[in-house]
């Protein structure tokens, strides 16, 4: 596969992904009446499971956001800047903040795959910190290097 294609395809499903975001988040109040029918425990916590999922969809919206900012910067040719390391930082803290909603709608009603969820977005969350630091190192360099020249 070429990398072209590759990044072009990429950058589509990030944009796919940050309009589906904002348009799922925004009709949560339809769409949980609708799965309420199917879904007992859905229907019983309404007013809960709608204001958890907009505050999960806004902070997963952000994160998509930053992806996105990232990945302009990859088709840019320049990935190594400190706006890199920003991003990375505020997807790590957004991460987290998924993990603590997460936990917190455990307490009107659990499922298995809320568990995944808090399992991911901590992987998620120390993964963007530690890159953060590694593109922050790698920012160093390239500032150094960029001044030798």
């Known amino acids: ?8 395809g990429t950058k ?3 944009d796919f992904m940050f309009v589906g ?3 799922a988040t925004a009709t ?21 499971a709608v204001v958890i999922y ?3 969809g806004i902070a997963a919206v952000v994160i998509i956001r930053e992806l996105r900012k990232m990945f302009q910067t990859v088709l840019n040719k320049n990935c190594f800047v400190y706006e890199n390391v920003v991003s990375l930082q505020k997807m790590g803290k957004w991460s987290f903040f998924i993990v603590l909603m997460s936990l917190v709608r455990t307490f009107v ?3 298995m ?7 991911v ?3 998620a969350g120390l993964f963007s910190l530690v890159l953060s630091f590694v593109f922050e190192e790698a920012v160093g360099f390239k500032e150094e290097n960029d001044l030798t020249v």
């Open 1 to 8: 596969m070429k990398k072209e294609t590759l990044t072009k």
């Open 12 to 14: 589509y499903f990030l």
């Open 21 to 23: 975001g904002i348009v």
């Open 28 to 48: 949560l109040p339809i769409s949980l009446k609708i799965i309420g029918q199917f879904l007992p425990r859905v229907e019983e916590h309404y007013k809960e």
């Open 54 to 56: 907009f505050v999960l």
């Open 109 to 111: 009603y659990m499922t």
């Open 113 to 119: 795959a809320m568990g995944v969820v808090i399992l």
């Open 121 to 123: 977005f901590t992987v």
